[in-house]
């Protein structure tokens, strides 16, 4: 009961309740939990007290009001008494009267939609003033009128009112839900916590009933659409962490955000479980975001993990199991399509070449289709028509169970988790499963210590895609392989059949890729925390936090000797067998000081830190290849061994401080300030500062707007500050060797010379990347708090952007060196809103963001004033370029295709096309624009022809629940970006014999015929498959990302359980991705997500692993 | 907090302050050299596709054949032709590594004497003016590099294909001084350039700038130098049993001992020793590129007129019906565009059942075959047609091929211009698809010798030279775009 003995000076005069607890809550670092109801917060207390223990201090304020306390955990819970009481009142007799009469006694539990009891709930007779309040386990107990005349109302300060008819029920269990727009509402900042009322900058909250409600095993995946300003894109694959971009790309470097998880900055959060999560604060601006320093500059995600705070015993188990599909299937060409595309392609080709039509159709067309698919099959070639999509896709599971322990007494309280989740890929040969277990404990050591910690226990493992970041991805082989040729082929080592030389093509079978090679990463994680906060005087704190994040991984690459048979193209004679072993190890040590002082009405709250983060990264790796036998798939009894290893190093010094200031409530100014050292930086230029200022207005608070009844609160916002960036690799400055290269100079043995030289040039002046950002804000919330806006507007440019600059090939360097080069602007409006309604047995949410960014590249340096991305077949897909967003698409434009040799001739006549072949254009062909007019098309006719950026994204989200029944619909989009289709290169770009879509079926072959398909010839003289915008589609789209329909099981169907051991249990229905509506046709899915790491190459669809439609069932259950 | 903790020097990678200080440690720089051949870009793929889609020795197995390569062969690249800008790009890794060596030659102290010392900036100086003068045989003037950038701000400028070929001249003058003949080598160091291959390359780049005389004084020193003599069997000098044979002047060296192909390939890593030739032009595998059929009539047959049949043609190609695998496969099915015929050229498949992506046989850069054309070239040139005469029959006597000597009924080779048209001809069937015919068109035609254009789509003031890579025209602050080759 420590904090019971805080000492607390008090001066009041006249005050509100509220805000007498408030002054309170601020003084002693308590927090006070209570219904308005019950306190009745515009009553007004007068008390003086100096340096008066909080115990004594709360019996004098409250013994008038009627009221008592209880200490719950670090919170007091305020509440009447505990028998039922009747206020004074007009109609008092009449009640009496009946009371005494027919009074029944009713019983029932109190809780919240975690499924704890809820102590300190009012619960009051609707339209009289008696009432009760719930115990510390959330039960009540009260006398009510009999007949069916009696509602109850059920109200507590975060949470929705309920009203409930009594009809002839003994028992009224509810559940209330909380209502995370209450004022009240606290949100973690970095190094602590703030009240939402008394915020300056731009943070975006997200509570764990969201993030808990999608079947995602990454936490940045259920981000999605949650928060204005965040934009995250999903890669489909299993364990895959999707982008995400807080407010645009501020940088062609990495522009990954900073995750910390329970006070520790952490590479990625990627394998916290995110059911274990309590809540993610997004820190936007600099105001909010700069205490976090050097790391900041594209925003920072705050990660808290679930801790206990009730004393009861509560036990969870959540458990789904899913079914994942792929929601669209491409139309492909079949066997008799392609073998008839295919003669037209080779023909007009032979006809290019000079040949006579037919001298390339492959051998087998000519004999070989009737013989059969190997030998001993009795299935020919011309009988299979093999659809490599079906064959490809699966129906995936995926499922997650959980249990969930949480409780504890007045001295340690606990919060333990153990889960499973499991996904299988919709693409073969790919998976992800993950085992966690989480600790978390806080304890009192005496009056004035207490000591906790966190410890995460994870292993996982993934089963890669093959190919994935190649331009040779499997989507790509799937478009191209061989629609006679079967899958399967016995007698071939590995057992696969692959193309050959008589199929005059060579595409990859990819379900021997998947199959039989195997790319799989396991890893254990290890992260703990320990903290210990010793309050040295009232107000005055101090916290130690140590943490460390232990990660081990082991990669085991293992591709299996194979053969396609003579003639077959692809092969490996050997096994090829390699692991790769790394650990991470990094500590962090924080030492904090706070100190939190009311003046009158000023009130301070100071922070100072010194934190030291240090990280050691070693490798081993391992490999060679068994020429032997395909039985050993672990890097032993191999020829030609390789082996290395690695180690990398880094640390970060920093001191940070902080000072908020409140006047009155209204007036609110924050200023932070962050000093980091990074051992990443060049001597001299290792340490950089980010200071950043706010300040807010609660306009609501003015005498004036008091008496607006409508307006609940009122807040502007502004800030300005600098943040930075480090998100470079270890030693960017050094000039070192590397030792890759080997030569043999040997005769007679083989023996590998190995060479020393620079393979990247370095740059000793590299410095911080720095982000300054402006943000003004306004936050309202009206009718009671029904209703909540928040709008923002942010101006955030980078300087001295880091990148790996491109230097031109004739430097000779293997690797282009880090350099500032350049700024780089993102402007933008978000908007958040929410509508809640509490009335009657259906309550609901609505809440909706949505937000606009407008990228521009502002100077490149003197890097030519370009940067160039998104390499294809040798050409440049995007272009960085200043007064241009980054990366948009560059390529030419068409103008239609010539339907006759006059169209070819009167066109040139007054054009050449200098990227055509000679004898080019020809009826069929693609016209490209001559953009500039100077009687040539050539390469400086390629102009802007999309962006990956969006014009705004948005979500919304919609709950509800009416008795037993919950409904989640979650829609989520974007409006106004491009997608750069290779799919769709693949699909109708005909450059050579493959198999193609089915909209080369609408290819030109006839004078007349309305089509944007050319010609098919192979060889593509007129490079009508050139970077165009014929490959270029709208992206937007609107997804129902996520319905969920729930039914909680009603109390007496639980009784035979045994109502005294199962509390609740609920069962649910819910899917993802049900229905997406797009423009884009001409690939898997609208959501393109990374490729090679890059972030030139952005928006690009070269075949990514696709979202997956998921339907899925399931259960949760309470003890 | 103690902030020495900020400075972290890389534990794994040596730094440049203080590696190149041993003679040893100056030899790994050279090796690194070398490794750059190896590169996708370079001999493991894409330098004699460039080579051989822009000479007349080849034509495409079919339709197949990609879209890069495709551009080459009809003549309508533009700057971003990946074959070229690969080429480039591996030519130019080759130059920095080599100017790595020569800018910290002069600083080693220990371990080295200065004979070596000599060779391995010779080793260095070779390789730089090689890849020098296929830059600008290829592409005209080029940014020059003397030594390595050490910040992006020193990009080079074009230069004038004069101030190239200065370089390249005064390099390989310093190679020949500096390095050793080829018996002064162990065999465990035989894959290193010798004296000799530097004073052939040196007659190249001579004959490119028509200074046949030059060019004749250091193939004879070479020729008088006695360490080389033509193989028995012409065949030996492609397959992987008889690298570096007496006839081999330098070679560039791949093995399958270490690992297949490093599709990455940058000539960089413990594996990835290898070649995808064989794979790219096998005739059981991609065939992409397949002889031409004027390079097929070249060769002399009795059915022709000629008095034998020229031996080369068998051990050049195979056609349908031959037989491969020591003997105990024989071809039939071959994919793609008539006629059935295709290289044997280094193909693995004289041994193997089929080719794969990885083939370790050595490519032969420079033969001593190609030494005695050359020196016939050049004796003809000052005025010597009947010594050119008795180099060319030197070429025919060769044990295995023993053609008569000329005068022949084809080629009287009794004047200057017939001589050169019995050079050219025995320079196109001796060494066909060895990459040298292309740089003869393009020596010859600039030297107006060409008797005729042999590349059908050539247009003038256009097709002499590829266009700059648009990559380096992007990134390089000293080149704009007026700076293109013309007609790109």
Known sequence: ?1119 | CNSNILDKVNPTQLSTETYFKTGTELVTGVNAVYAGWQGLNLYAREYFFVHDLRGDDMQPGGSQLEIQRAQLINGNQDASNQVANDVWQGLYRVIHRANVVISFAPGVTQGITEELRNRVVGEAKFHRAWCYYELASLWGGVPLYQAYATSPEESQPRATEDQVYELVINDLKDAVAGLPLKSAYSDTDIGRVSKGAAQAMLARVYMQRGNYAAAKEQLAALIASNQYKLTDAYADNFREENEFNTESVWEISFTEAFGGLNWSGDGNGINGEVTIRGQEYGPNAWRNLIPSSSLLAEFETQKAGDAKDDSRFKDSFYQVGDVFNNGRDTLKDVQGANPKISWKKYQKIYKATSENSQSGINFRVIRYAEVLLMMAECENEVGSPATAVSYINQVRDRKSVALPHYPTAKFPASTKAQVFDAIVHEKRVELGGEQIRNLDILRWRKQNKLAKEPITYFQKGKHELLPIPQNEINNNSKIDQKDQNPGY
Do not use: C
């Open chain 1, 1 to 1119: 009961q420590d904090l019971l003995e805080r000492r607390i000076s008090l001066s009041a005069k006249n005050q509100d309740v509220e805000s007498v607890f408030k002054r309170i809550e601020k003084q002693a670092n308590v927090q006070f939990l209570f219904s308005r109801e019950i306190i009745q917060s515009k009553r007004k207390v007068t008390y003086q007290a100096t340096n008066e223990q909080l115990s004594l201090l709360l019996e004098h304020i409250l013994a008038p009001l009627s009221l008592k306390y209880e200490v719950v955990g670090q919170q007091i819970l305020i509440k009447r008494e505990a028998v039922p009481v009747t206020l004074p009142q007009q109609n008092s007799t009449t009640q009496r009267s009946n009371e005494a009469a027919q009074d029944v006694q009713l019983t029932g539990q109190v809780t919240g939609d975690n499924g704890e009891g809820l102590p300190g709930v009012n619960i009051q007779i609707k339209s009289t003033n008696r009432g009760t309040t719930t115990d510390v386990n959330g039960n009540y107990k009260l006398t009510v009128p009999e007949g069916s005349g009696t509602t109850l109302v059920f109200s507590f300060i975060g949470y929705g009112t309920k009203e409930v008819a009594v009809g002839n029920q003994s028992a009224i269990n509810v559940t209330l839900i909380a209502d995370n727009k209450t004022l009240n509402e606290v949100v973690v900042v970095g190094y602590g916590t703030q009240r939402k009322t008394s915020l300056t900058g731009a943070i975006a909250s997200v509570s764990d009933k969201e993030i808990g409600v999608l079947p995602v095993s990454n936490i940045s995946q259920s981000l999605q659409g949650r928060a204005a300003g965040v934009t995250v894109t999903n890669n489909g694959a299993p364990g895959e962490a999707p982008i995400i971009r807080i407010r645009g790309v501020g940088t062609v470097n990495n522009a990954n955000p900073l995750y910390v998880v329970d006070g520790v900055p952490v590479g990625d959060g990627s394998n916290v479980d995110p059911k274990d999560v309590q809540s993610i604060e997004v820190l936007k601006d600099a105001s909010a975001a700069a205490i976090y320093g050097s790391r900041a500059a594209n925003g920072v995600i705050l990660i808290t993990t679930k801790r206990s705070n009730s004393k009861k015993l509560s036990v969870t188990i959540d458990s789904y199991v899913g079914v994942q599909t792929a929601w669209r299937k491409l139309p492909l060409l079949n066997r008799d399509q392609y073998i008839a595309y295919g003669t037209d392609l080779l023909n007009n080709g032979d006809i290019y070449n000079g040949k006579p039509a037919g001298t390339s159709i492959p051998p087998r067309w000519q004999t070989g289709l009737d013989q059969p698919i190997y030998t001993g099959a009795t299935q020919t070639f011309r009988q299979t028509d093999t659809d490599w999509q079906d064959e490809m896709f699966r129906n995936a599971t995926i499922q997650q169970h959980r249990l969930e322990l949480s409780g504890g007494n007045d001295v340690s309280k606990f919060y333990l988790s153990g889960g499973f989740f499991s996904q299988d890929g919709i693409m073969l040969g790919t998976d992800y499963k993950r085992g966690n277990i989480r600790l978390n404990s806080d304890h009192k050591l005496g009056k004035r210590v207490t000591l906790g910690q966190t410890l995460y226990l994870a292993y996982d493992s993934r089963r890669i895609e093959q190919n994935g970041g190649s331009i040779g991805t499997q989507i790509r082989n799937i478009i191209n392989t061989i629609p006679y040729l079967p899958v399967y082929n016995p007698n071939n080592l590995g057992g696969f059949e692959g193309s050959k030389n008589v199929d005059g093509t060579d595409p990859s079978n990819p379900v021997r890729n998947v199959l039989l090679n195997s790319n799989t990463t396991q890893s254990n994680t290890v992260f703990s925390t320990f903290y210990v906060d010793v309050e040295i005087l009232t107000g005055l704190k101090y916290r130690f936090q140590g943490g460390i994040n232990i990660y081990n991984s082991i990669g085991r690459t293992v591709n299996p000797s194979y053969d396609s048979g003579p003639g077959g193209f692809a092969s490996l004679s050997y096994a090829s067998i390699s692991q790769d072993r790394g650990q991470s190890v990094a500590p962090i040590y924080t030492n904090q000081l706070s100190y939190i002082k009311d003046f009158g009405k000023h009130t301070i709250n100071a922070t100072a830190v010194a934190e030291k983060q240090t990280s050691v990264f070693s490798n081993i790796n391992l490999g060679g290849n068994n020429t032997i036998t395909n039985a050993i798939i672990e890097p032993t009894n191999l020829t030609s061994p390789r082996i290395g290893a690695g180690r990398a190093e880094s640390a970060i010094l920093s001191y940070v401080g902080r000072l908020n200031y409140e006047y009155s409530g209204k007036y609110l100014l924050g200023l932070s300030f962050r000093r980091d050292g990074s051992s990443k930086y060049a001597p001299g230029k290792k340490w950089g500062n980010f200071p950043a200022a706010s300040a807010g207005w609660r306009i609501s608070e003015e005498r004036f707007m008091k008496n607006i009844p409508a307006i609940t609160e009122l807040k502007l916002r502004g800030s300005y500050g600098l943040v930075g960036n480090n998100n470079i690799g270890d030693y960017g400055y050094q000039a070192t060797l590397s030792s890759d290269p080997y030569y043999e100079f040997d005769k007679t043995t083989s023996i590998e010379s190995q060479g020393y030289t620079i393979r990247k040039l370095a740059n000793r002046d590299l410095k911080w990347e720095s982000v300054a950002m402006t943000n003004v804000g306004i936050d309202a919330t009206l009718l009671n708090g029904k209703f909540s806006v928040s709008v923002d507007y942010f101006n955030n440019l980078t300087r001295d952007m880091v990148l790996n600059r491109p230097i031109p090939p004739s430097m000779g360097y293997d690797e282009a060196p880090l350099a500032n080069v350049g700024s780089v602007q993102n402007r933008g409006i978000e908007l958040q809103a929410g509508y809640q309604s509490n009335k009657g047995a259906l309550t609901w949410q609505l809440n909706g963001n949505i937000s606009a960014v407008r990228n521009k590249v502002i100077s490149l340096g003197d890097v030519g004033n370009t940067i160039f991305g998104g390499d294809w077949y040798g050409d440049n897909i995007t272009k960085t370029e200043v007064g241009q967003p980054i990366g948009y698409f560059y390529g030419y434009k068409t103008n239609g295709i010539f339907q006759n040799q006059g169209e070819v001739d009167s066109w040139k006549a007054q054009y050449t096309d200098v990227v055509a072949d000679k004898n080019s254009p020809l009826p069929g062909d693609i016209r490209y624009t001559d953009v500039n007019g100077d009687g040539k098309v050539d390469p400086s006719d390629k102009v802007k022809i999309g962006q990956f950026l969006p014009k705004f994204t948005y979500g919304t989200n919609f709950t509800a629940k009416w008795k037993g029944v919950d409904l989640t619909l979650f829609i989520q989009g974007v409006q106004g970006n491009q997608i750069y289709s290779t799919v769709k290169y693949n699909l109708e770009g005909m450059t050579r014999l493959f198999n193609a879509g089915t909209a080369v079926l609408d290819r030109w072959v006839r004078e007349g015929q309305v089509t944007d398909v050319p010609r098919a010839v192979a060889g593509d003289p007129n490079h009508n498959a050139r970077a165009s915008n014929r490959f270029v589609e709208s992206g937007s789209y609107i997804r129902m990302k996520n319905l969920t329909v729930g039914y909680a099981l009603p109390a007496n169907w639980l009784a035979p359980l045994g109502t005294s051991f199962i509390t609740r249990a609920r069962v649910y229905v819910s899917t993802t991705n049900l229905l997406t509506i797009t423009g884009y046709k001409s690939g898997y899915d609208p959501e393109i997500g990374s490729f090679g790491g890059s972030s030139l190459t952005n928006g690009i669809d070269y075949g990514q692993f696709p979202q997956a439609r998921t339907i899925m069932a399931g259960l949760q259950i309470g003890f």
